[in-house]
């Protein structure tokens, strides 16, 4: 069964410092997302992207962020100059559109600030 | 703008005995609703979702919620748990409208069975 992958799936940098996380979507999918979950929290929308361009995006996608996809598989999410409380679970999902349809989501990617 | 509450964040329950989770939403248009679950070190997987039609919903492992608009409720149960599915539970909502494809979760419960 295709499914979402991401890796790292643990990373841990130093404040200030640029965070590259990666997602391989399945690939018929034609949208893409990111959500975060800070521990005890809920998880939360980021950002979503169609056709190579950003679709919506939440308060909490501000310019240190970006999203790219690079070639045809990989879709990333950038963090420009990362802060402690950017500490969180980061999820990657994907579907075919429309928000009946299954968001299948990837195992996340635990990024810790120090 | 919507909303999910889960209001318990933790649910203990016996092995075979049945479970609820509860999951309150609150939103101005229509929505869609949908049930996710995590188990340790996985992904959100989906177990059910409702769209239109029947208030109740039958997903995978046994599963099955039933949405009910007068109380703005979307309740997750099982008649008779199993070990396997200690994990986090979400609930989560996305606009039925074009143009916002987002969900928005709850914080989730965590069931533990117990032996």
């Known amino acids: 069964e295709p499914e979402v992958t991401q890796t790292p799936s643990h990373q841990v940098t130093q404040m200030g410092q640029e965070v590259i996380l990666r997602c391989v979507p399945i690939s018929n999918h034609l949208y893409f997302y990111w959500y975060r979950q800070i521990l005890g929290q809920k998880v939360e929308f980021l950002v979503s992207f169609y056709n190579n361009e950003i679709s919506e995006k939440s308060e909490i996608f501000d310019d240190q962020f970006s999203v790219e996809r690079p070639d045809g598989s990989n879709f990333t999410l950038k963090i420009r100059s990362t802060k402690l409380e950017d500490s969180a679970m980061y999820f990657c999902?994907?579907?075919?559109?429309?928000?009946?349809?299954?968001?299948?989501f990837g195992p996340g990617t635990r990024l810790t600030v120090l | 703008a919507q909303s999910v509450t889960q209001l318990d964040s933790q649910v203990p329950v016996f092995e075979e005995a049945p479970v609820e989770l509860r999951c309150n939403y609150s939103s101005s248009v229509s929505v869609y609703l949908f049930w996710y679950v995590q188990y340790p070190n996985q992904g959100l997987q989906l177990l059910l979702k409702?769209?239109?039609?029947?208030?109740l919903v039958k997903g995978i492992n046994g599963f099955e919620a039933e949405f009910n608009k007068s109380q703005t409720s979307f309740h997750l149960r099982k008649p008779s748990v199993h070990i396997s599915d200690t994990a986090e539970y979400f609930c989560a909502v996305s606009y039925s409208g074009a143009g916002s494809y987002q969900l928005t979760f709850g914080k989730g419960t965590k069931l533990s069975v117990i032996p």
């Open positions: 409702y769209l239109s039609g029947s208030t």
């Open positions: 999902a994907s579907n075919l559109g429309d928000s009946s349809d299954t968001q299948y």
